[in-house]
């Protein structure tokens, strides 16, 4: 058998996998979409509903050149693109949308400064511009979220409803899936659970999902880390 077709073979076996998404946030969702477009089979499980913590309470801000410097760099402008790709392939109902960006800061008094803009509050002065319609953006973050996990499942991703309390391990100590509060066993090809941990540093920054595979995972976190968060979640 040739190498291309030992490699077609590969990836048709790599794209049917079910996996296992822990957690209804825009991460999950989003992995719940882009594997399922690819011919995954992904189940998503979360406890509440999706986007019902951060992912549907945060500012929706999205920015392309503000991690420069950093070693995500590429991954926040691919990010700023997809954004922008998802809201045209998918219909934007999330309130996509480019817009120039400003700092600034609420005044004790109310006089105007000048150089203000005639939809603010007199009671605001900008500082500083932070960006342009070529840079800067805004999405509705719990309706992205939703959005997101329909068009998933809409691709053959499931939901399911559940907590997970533990991970499922074969004989051999191989992860074969989660195990929920009922007792039920989800099982999987690959485990993804997204966590947000509380350590701001870079290491753990660029390593929020631990990903269980049919072999070890890696060292997570790294030795300095001091969130709790990550420490329990490294236990499994």
């Given at each position: 058998m040739s190498r291309r077709k030992k490699g077609l073979m590969r990836r048709r076996y790599e794209l049917s996998q079910r996996i296992v998404i822990c957690g209804g946030g825009a991460i999950g969702a989003a992995i719940a979409f882009f594997t399922s477009r690819r011919g995954a089979r992904p189940v998503l499980i979360e406890r509440h509903e999706v986007a019902g913590a951060a992912s549907g309470k945060s500012g929706g801000f999205l920015a392309l050149d503000w991690c420069r410097g950093t070693p995500i760099d590429q991954l926040a402008q691919r990010s700023f693109e997809v954004h922008a790709e998802l809201s045209s392939e998918l219909g934007n109902r999330w309130g996509y949308r480019r817009?120039?960006?400003?700092?600034?800061?609420?005044?004790h008094?109310?006089?105007?400064?000048?150089?203000?803009r005639p939809w603010?509050?007199?009671?605001?002065?900008?500082?500083?511009?932070?960006?342009?319609?070529?840079?800067?953006?805004?999405?509705?973050?719990?309706?992205?979220?939703?959005?997101?996990?329909?068009?998933a499942e809409m691709q053959g991703a499931e939901l399911r409803r559940g907590?997970?309390?533990?991970?499922?391990?074969?004989?051999?100590?191989?992860?074969?899936?989660?195990?929920?509060?009922?007792?039920?066993?989800?099982?999987g090809d690959a485990v993804v659970i997204w966590l947000r941990a509380g350590c701001r540093c870079r290491q753990c920054w660029a390593t929020r999902a631990i990903v269980w595979c049919l072999k070890p995972a890696g060292a997570f976190p790294p030795r300095h880390c001091s969130s709790s968060t990550a420490r329990r979640a490294a236990k499994y």
């Open positions: 817009l120039t960006t400003y700092a600034g800061y609420a005044k008094d109310a006089r105007r400064i000048p150089g203000g603010l509050s007199e009671g605001v002065a900008i500082t500083s511009r932070l960006g342009s319609v070529e840079s800067t953006a805004l999405v509705e973050p719990c309706m992205f979220t939703r959005g997101l996990m329909r068009a907590t997970v309390v533990d991970v499922a391990r074969r004989s051999n100590g191989v992860v074969r899936g989660v195990a929920l509060a009922g007792g039920e066993i989800v099982e």
